[in-house]
């Protein structure tokens, strides 16, 4: 093979399924033989996940990686975007932090040195594999920001890939959606976009069909698949956008009750994912205080910006009903930002996440947090010993501070070369910054076994393995979007593109 054959997958917006549709296809290609990597130029994401060499990238390049069956490397995305608050973000560059910037600053600072990383990042994988299966970002319809944009059209230019369009027919409008992006795009973009792909249809698909003729006479594109809506996948979400269709609310049917506390800039909400899986829980994102109720466990997640996160606890009353379910009992979890705040004090001395200096924490720990510049990239294995129970663990760190104790702790995981982590005496207030904790299973058994007993409950042995059901969800996805697109006419656009046939002027 000469070179990579490159397929690139645009949405009508974010949160179209992009994501999903090339996970799957990254999967599809890997089955029939092609060593594939996914590619996207810049991801803005809360949700990140670190490579073999403590690398930082997003989370859904490393899933898609891992559908492939390769390991992820910061050249699937050269370029991360995480929002720190106050119209600022992050720039993370193949994996390191690079510096903070607002987006006007970026835009016109960035643009040449980050479109230099891209081209460098993508010819690297195009020398490494067989198929390449690039992601774009949002719309590439968004006229006021083309000029300078570095994830959609002008990616596709540079792979001389072709493009597939995917709209979402779940949120309505899929139709306009979909010709209106086609009718925005510049005439030479428009010629790279081989089909689209209608994605989440629930019902009855002959009911479609005379749109869908329609859509092919009306735009001369033609429609290369319908995708289901495919339901309980255990795939992680890259958007915070998802949590909106979480429930805030109890569900009764369910033995254990689960809250996660949903501040403005939660990061690594995939932690939990596991609990989804679990038939006696019931997991729910709350972001105001008189949604808490009382559950079995709540859990603090990651925070992109730590001060002002804990600021939000004090001033919405979260904090005043955490510290009194914790008088009551209830066991608290606090995960990387979340355990920063379970300390007594989070201080940004040198602003590095936000302009507010200090804020109190919840004081469930005796620790005082610093933010500092250096950034934990790392994963890390370790051991966790409960009376005459030991639990392998592994997982992941990303956070910018360290933590001191002022008094002795019990720490939670015993690693070959420090200890991390706190588990109070009772077992009631746990912290750590082991992002991933709950997916080993071993242990997500014993401490969901542990709320059970303490609510009079029959333990429940030998629960689901969560690496198996993602496993399976990676091949029940392939499965079904293999059954619904047109793979062979994607295989051969694919195919006339890398030798020229359908190639495109570059703009």
Known sequence: MDKAMPIMIQGTHSDAGKSAVVTALCRIFAQDGFKTAPFKSQNMSLNSYITFDGKEIGRAQGVQAEAAGII???DMNPILIKPTGNYESQIVVHGVPYQNMKAGEYRQDFFLQGLKLIQDSYEKLVQGYECVVIEGAGSPAEINLNDRELVNMR???LADAPVILVGDIEKGGVFASLVGTLQLLEPEDRKRVIGVVINKFRGDV?????GLKWFEEYTGVPVLGVIPFIDHLTIEAED??????YSTKTDTSKDLDIAVIRYPLISNFTDVDPFFEEPDCHVRFVSRAEEIGTPDLIILPGSKNTVEDALFLHNSGLANRLLSLSEKKTMIVGICGGFQMLGKEIEDVLGVESPIKQAPGLGFIPMN???TVNKTTIRSEGVITIQDNTFPVSGYEIHMGESHFESGCDHLIELDDRVEGVWSEDRLIMGTYFHGIFHNDEFREFLLNELRVKKGLD??????SFAKKREESFDRLADVVREHIQLDAIYQKMKEFQKGACHVKDM
């Open 72 to 74: 992820a490397t910061t």
């Open 155 to 157: 990616v596709a230019r």
């Open 206 to 210: 002959s009911l479609l069909e005379p």
């Open 240 to 245: 915070s956008v998802v949590l909106g269709s």
């Open 369 to 371: 947090t610093t933010i």
């Open 459 to 464: 333990p429940i042995i030998e629960r689901v």
